[in-house]
C-alpha cells in the first residue's frame, strides 16, 4: 500500500505484499489512516470552496489544509499561529481574512462592531493582479463611469463586473447619483494609512466614490488610532451599496473602520456570508 500525500490517495499493490489483498482489508486500512489522520477525512472549509469559486482561474481546488492554486503550488489555509488583531492585519494566512463573517446584505442600517474584508492575503492578490506596480498595469482596461473613464484590471474579469454596477447604478433615481457619478481613483499603488499593508487600489480592483458625500473613520477629529474607532457614521444609501456589493464589490461602510467612499473586488467573502 502508497499513501500518496499530495492527493490523498491509496495505491495497493499485490506484488509488493506478496498478496492481493481483500476488499475487506484494503476498507479496514483505509478506515485505520483516517483514524490517525484526521486531516484525510476533513472537507475544506466553506471559505476555501468560496476563494476557489472566486478565483477559478488561479485557484483549482481546496482540502482541509490548503488551497491548490492551479499551476500546482499549495496555499496554506491555516499557518497555525495565535494572533492579536494587528499580527492579524499585517500578517495573515487565507483563514484570517474570513475571521469576521461580511454581513448579510439585509443588514440595514449597518451598525459594525468588526471589519469584515481588512484583513487580506497579500501573496493571493500579487498572484492574480500582480507584484509590482508595472505588472498591474500592463492589465489594466478602460471603463466609461459616469462621463468619465478610469482603469481597472480586467483579471477575474473586474472591470466587466464594474461595467455592471455602472448600469444598475444609472437605474436608480436621480437624488442618489452624488453618492456614485464622481469618482477619486481606482488604480493606486500605495498603503493603506497607518499600517504597511497594501491598499487594494494598489491591485486595481477598488473604486472611491462620493468623496463629497462620505465618511471616513480618520476624518472624524479626535481619530487617532486604529484601537478605537469613532462612532459610526455613512450617507450613502442602501440602493448603491446594493448595486456594487451585487457584482462582487465589498463596501468600507460595513467595517468599524468606516470608509464609505471605498468598494473592493472581494466576491469569496459575499460567497462566504451566503453559507
Known amino acids: 500500500?502508497?499513501?500518496?500525500?499530495?492527493?490523498?490517495?491509496?495505491?495497493?499493490?499485490?506484488?509488493?505484499?506478496?498478496?492481493?489483498?481483500?476488499?475487506?482489508?484494503?476498507?479496514?486500512?483505509?478506515?485505520?489512516?483516517?483514524?490517525?489522520?484526521?486531516?484525510?477525512?476533513?472537507?475544506?472549509?466553506?471559505?476555501?470552496?468560496?476563494?476557489?469559486?472566486?478565483?477559478?482561474?488561479?485557484?483549482?481546488?481546496?482540502?482541509?489544509?490548503?488551497?491548490?492554486?492551479?499551476?500546482?503550488?499549495?496555499?496554506?489555509?491555516?499557518?497555525?499561529?495565535?494572533?492579536?488583531?494587528?499580527?492579524?492585519?499585517?500578517?495573515?494566512?487565507?483563514?484570517?481574512?474570513?475571521?469576521?463573517?461580511?454581513?448579510?446584505?439585509?443588514?440595514?442600517?449597518?451598525?459594525?462592531?468588526?471589519?469584515?474584508?481588512?484583513?487580506?492575503?497579500?501573496?493571493?492578490?500579487?498572484?492574480?493582479?500582480?507584484?509590482?506596480?508595472?505588472?498591474?498595469?500592463?492589465?489594466?482596461?478602460?471603463?466609461?463611469?459616469?462621463?468619465?473613464?478610469?482603469?481597472?484590471?480586467?483579471?477575474?474579469?473586474?472591470?466587466?463586473?464594474?461595467r455592471l454596477v455602472a448600469r444598475d447604478l444609472e437605474k436608480l433615481p436621480a437624488r442618489h447619483r452624488r453618492f456614485f457619478v464622481e469618482t477619486a481613483g481606482t488604480f493606486a499603488w500605495r498603503p493603506i494609512a497607518g499600517s504597511p499593508m497594501r491598499s487594494l487600489h494598489s491591485y486595481a480592483i477598488a473604486i472611491d466614490v462620493g468623496v463629497k458625500h462620505s465618511d471616513y473613520w480618520r476624518w472624524v477629529r479626535g481619530a487617532t488610532t486604529a484601537a478605537a474607532p469613532p462612532p459610526y457614521r455613512n450617507q450613502f444609501p442602501r440602493e448603491v451599496v446594493d448595486a456594487f456589493e451585487r457584482h462582487g464589490f465589498i463596501w468600507g461602510g460595513r467595517w468599524a473602520h468606516f470608509d464609505t467612499m471605498h468598494f473592493e473586488y472581494r466576491p469569496e467573502l459575499l460567497c462566504a456570508r451566503a453559507r
Do not use: Q
Open 1 to 162: 500500500m502508497v499513501h500518496t500525500a499530495e492527493t490523498g490517495a491509496l495505491r495497493f499493490s499485490g506484488r509488493a505484499f506478496g498478496v492481493r489483498p481483500t476488499v475487506g482489508a484494503m476498507r479496514s486500512l483505509l478506515a485505520c489512516l483516517l483514524l490517525a489522520s484526521p486531516a484525510l477525512a476533513a472537507e475544506p472549509a466553506a471559505e476555501a470552496r468560496c476563494l476557489v469559486e472566486a478565483y477559478p482561474d488561479f485557484l483549482c481546488r481546496a482540502d482541509a489544509t490548503a488551497v491548490h492554486r492551479c499551476d500546482g503550488a499549495a496555499i496554506p489555509w491555516d499557518d497555525g499561529r495565535e494572533k492579536d488583531d494587528w499580527t492579524r492585519f499585517t500578517a495573515p494566512d487565507l483563514e484570517d481574512m474570513f475571521y469576521e463573517r461580511y454581513p448579510a446584505a439585509d443588514a440595514w442600517p449597518p451598525a459594525p462592531t468588526t471589519d469584515p474584508g481588512r484583513v487580506r492575503y497579500e501573496p493571493l492578490f500579487e498572484l492574480m493582479y500582480g507584484a509590482t506596480p508595472e505588472a498591474v498595469r500592463e492589465k489594466l482596461v478602460p471603463v466609461r463611469w459616469f462621463g468619465t473613464t478610469v482603469r481597472v484590471t480586467k483579471v477575474n474579469g473586474v472591470a466587466e463586473k464594474l
